[in-house]
């Protein structure tokens, strides 16, 4: 895999939501970094200082089970005895600093590249989710207004307007009005 041009849809479809954080799980951090899950955790053991639990956390088994059965990438983790460690944005950052490679530092800037672009898209869905309901408001507003005028209007045409005899014009002998 080279480096350099990770494609960002790539590093996206590994990045999830997870306790209303978006995380990356170990597994594909260390398969982007091409190094062990198992090397990667030690090293993050070592440094766990560097790793608060807004950075990092561990997944439990029923978020474990959530995603072995939305994710298929996930199936191996069926037969994984340990717990997956999920990653925050930070947390990847940092993890790269603990790495300290080449490979760490050139995957990270792509990993942050796609989280901002995330976080891009999710700020330009916000707006267009605001519009839209702006706009679904104003077409209540119009729904309401329309009701109201074809109500009159159904209130004109039943109205049965009964005018008053009128007297006829012109000749009238004695005995006709």
């Known amino acids: 895999m080279d480096i350099q041009n990770i494609p960002q849809q790539f590093i996206a479809e590994k990045i999830f939501i997870l306790r209303g954080k978006k995380v990356m799980l170990d597994r594909d951090l260390a398969e982007l970094y091409q190094t062990p899950t198992k090397r990667l955790n030690e090293k993050v053991k070592r440094n766990i200082a560097r790793f608060p639990e807004d950075f990092m956390f561990q997944i439990n088994n029923e978020e474990k089970q959530q995603l072995i059965e939305q994710f298929e990438h996930f199936k191996p983790l069926k037969f994984s005895s340990t717990l997956p460690y999920a990653f925050t944005e930070h947390g990847a950052v940092m993890l790269a600093s603990v790495l300290n490679s080449e490979i760490a530092i050139a995957v990270n800037i792509q990993i942050v590249r796609v989280f901002i672009a995330l976080r891009s898209f999710l700020s330009e869905t916000e707006a267009l989710k605001d519009e839209v309901q702006r706009i679904i408001g104003r077409m209540q507003d119009f729904d309401d207004k329309f009701d109201l005028i074809?109500?009159?209007?159904?209130?004109?045409?039943?109205?049965?307007?009964?005018?008053?005899?009128?007297?006829?014009?012109?000749?009238?002998?004695?005995?006709i009005e």
Do not use: A, H, M
């Open 150 to 175: 074809f109500n009159c209007l159904d209130e004109l045409i039943s109205k049965k307007t009964v005018s008053p005899p009128r007297s006829r014009i012109g000749y009238k002998p004695d005995n």
